[in-house]
């Protein structure tokens, strides 16, 4: 049976250096007290770190300078350091790998759209949950990642974005997604501390709208309606990719503990908690779960659900097995499922050229 790591009692090696970004306002406080600052330093730098998406001490000019070096190196770490960058779409799409401090590769990927510029974040180094067809699964899980961990991922493409690296100049980032390496459920504590750090309004947070983001799962139902039971209006993936459990079980192994009925329970319950229609993810394989067969049990599952399907064409990892769908057999799979009134997209795959698919990037410097 998978093991489920829990962040609280998981022994790391090499411990995450604190961040300002594993806490609230008062805990950042405490935090600096404790490093023999005084607390009004953790309100500075959080509005520097935070509020103007500022890494660099020098521009930290409402402290002193002689010890803006210091306090910088005990309140905001460095946490991730850029290894590698590739960018597609015209430079609209750019895949960092980030190397944290004790040498583990993790990728973000940032995506500028007409009307909107997402990043797409991890939250462990590597993943437990064995998915033959994902490129991270295949690596097998390292470690969780801190809360400060994640939060890192999310100012850098903050800050990138904001300082006209992008093709059409200076935009706010607008959305995050929980679909990088890993399973955010898994190390949910970690994610949820993330999950306040993006949507707090600034200084304690990066004032990113809770509705505005998405968190992925293949299915840890307990932790669906521990999510549910916050009541943080954000949205619910779930990461399903068969309409069976005997396909399931091959594709996603955790569904021998949770099988499709007890996830989709857990998701419908979540929709109603917290007002929000829930995104089922499928990855389309060739021959493997895109038959009409495929299509119509799935439909038989969602009718008359609050529910959205993004197919997401296979990005197929070297050397692997299973490939992307035929478009006729993409076409005819959306075609059924419109038939039953459930709504469908077949997502944008952005990055094919730059070892697009989830732990690609990463896997290729081991």
């Not at 709208?209 to 799962?217: D, E, G, L, M, Y």
Request: overall charge negative; aromatic content about 6%.
């Amino acid at each position: 049976m998978l093991e489920i790591i829990d962040p609280e009692k998981e022994n790391i090696k090499k411990k995450t250096p604190q961040h300002i970004a594993d806490f609230d306002i008062k805990g950042r406080k405490k935090f600096a007290a404790e490093l023999g600052l005084p607390g009004f330093r953790a309100d500075q730098v959080s509005r520097h770190w935070f509020g103007q998406l500022s890494d660099n001490f020098e521009e930290w000019t409402d402290l002193p300078a002689e010890n803006r070096q210091e306090i910088s190196e005990v309140l905001t770490p460095k946490l991730i350091t850029e290894l590698k960058v590739q960018k597609a779409d015209g430079g609209n799409t750019v895949k960092t790998l980030w190397k944290l401090h004790d040498g583990l590769l993790i990728e973000s990927v940032l995506m500028h759209y007409p009307n909107r510029t997402t990043i797409c974040i991890s939250s462990q180094a590597g993943c437990g949950m064995g998915c033959p067809f994902c490129a991270t699964g295949q690596g097998g899980l390292k470690r969780n990642l801190s809360t400060s961990e994640i939060v890192a991922q999310v100012q850098a493409g903050a800050r990138y974005a904001a300082q006209g690296l992008l093709p059409e100049g200076p935009t706010r980032l607008s959305n995050i997604v929980f679909m990088g390496m890993g399973e955010p459920m898994a190390n949910f504590n970690a994610v949820v501390g993330t999950i306040h750090r993006i949507h707090d309004e600034s200084p304690e947070g990066l004032g990113i709208s809770a509705r505005n983001i998405t968190v992925s799962t293949v299915g840890i139902v307990p932790r669906i309606n521990d999510l549910a039971a916050l009541g943080l209006p954000v949205r619910l993936a779930v990461s399903l990719h068969a309409p069976t459990d005997e396909l399931r079980n091959t594709l996603v192994p955790l569904n021998e503990r949770y099988p499709i009925k007890e996830v989709l329970d857990a998701s419908w319950k979540y929709a109603e908690t917290s007002g929000r229609r829930v995104s089922i993810e499928y990855a389309m394989i060739k021959s493997m779960n895109d038959q009409i067969i495929h299509a119509k049990q799935l439909a038989n599952l969602l009718r008359g659900k609050d529910v959205h399907v993004n197919l997401i064409p296979l990005n197929p990892t070297p050397g692997s097995k299973w490939t992307a769908s035929d478009p006729k057999d993409e076409k005819i799979f959306v075609e059924i499922l419109e038939q039953s009134d459930i709504a469908v997209t077949v997502r944008d795959t952005r990055g094919r050229e730059i070892d697009g698919a989830c732990g690609q990037l990463a896997a290729s410097e081991v």
